[in-house]
């Protein structure tokens, strides 16, 4: 009786596999392209036994209009909700739904018919074994897990697409990659990576006489930062902002755009303009203290004292990075600025 019930259970899931059409592990097919990208591969242990990993050059090949994709870049995911996973032929899509809610402007994938593949950090690998993906694409946070991802699953494309930092440099990169790859995607893309070097040109113009410096708030701290090459570098690189700190580069290496300040830093730097972007709002899903700004110290710093303090849009500028309404989102914060001074 055993044996029976055994043998109908394999017949079972037999019928079961066939019937959703489940090819786990067999080689893609169709047009391919060669492209070259820049991932991060295992270097060695430093002396506390963490990983470091390096930056190299890899060509691959890529299947052409795949139709399993996974993303752990939510610029990407910004991308795909713009244009639309039907008009590039996305049949079955995941992405990293763990840790933290999606953006409010992502929120359309909460939906149970979009895999949860993890977090933004982890990846969820029962998820993926059964996903079978044609494409998976990396960021910053999951870029480690390159070599792993090419190991454990060998007929899917792994594209890394990091783009933490902002730079137009590097999402001009990403989305003439994205159009190579999803043929009815690249005239949407080149249109609006044209509009955005547009954008940056005519902003800077005005942007270059004032000294602006970017905070980010954490609940009841605030920090202060970057320079150029700072993770926020993009208010005077592609923006054209000067530094109201002369020495904001000693901010770069901080990860999270700067260092632990007081209302004593903002009088001596007596910055122009001042952006602020609420991390708190993101990671922890409530406001932060911004009382700070009426302390009497700072009154007549003349960003304050002229009101030219803004509020960026937290997602947009912290976890959507490298999107296309995000990118639109980012510009039009600094609008609000140019705006009034035009």
Known sequence: MKKIFFILSILLTTLLLTSCN???????????????QTVSVFDKLDD???????????????????KKVVTYNLGVVDIFSYIGLEKLGIEKFGLPKGGNPLPESLREFDNKKYADTGTLFLLDKTVLDLFDADLIILDGRSAKHYEELKKDYPNA???????TTYSYETQKNNFHVLGQIFEEAKDILDEKIKEYQTNFNEISLLAKDFRALFIQVNGKGFSVGSGKKGRYGL???????????????KFDENSHGGNPSNTEY???VNPEVIFIMDRNQVVEGTGSDLSFLKDPLVKDV???????????????WYTITGGIKSTSQMISDILAFISKVN
């Open 235 to 249: 208010f005077f690189n592609e923006f054209g902002f000067l530094e109201a700190d002369p020495n904001g580069n």
């Open 157 to 163: 494309d792994i594209l890394d697409l990091s783009i």
């Open 266 to 268: 903002l009088k001596d």
């Open 22 to 36: 489940v090819e786990i592990g067999k080689e893609r097919e169709g047009r391919r392209i060669t492209i070259t």
């Open 48 to 66: 506390n036994g963490e990983a470091l990993y390096k930056k190299v050059i890899v060509e691959n090949d890529f299947l052409v209009n795949p």
């Open 302 to 316: 003349l960003a304050i004292k002229n009101e030219n303090v803004y509020m960026l849009h937290a997602e947009s």
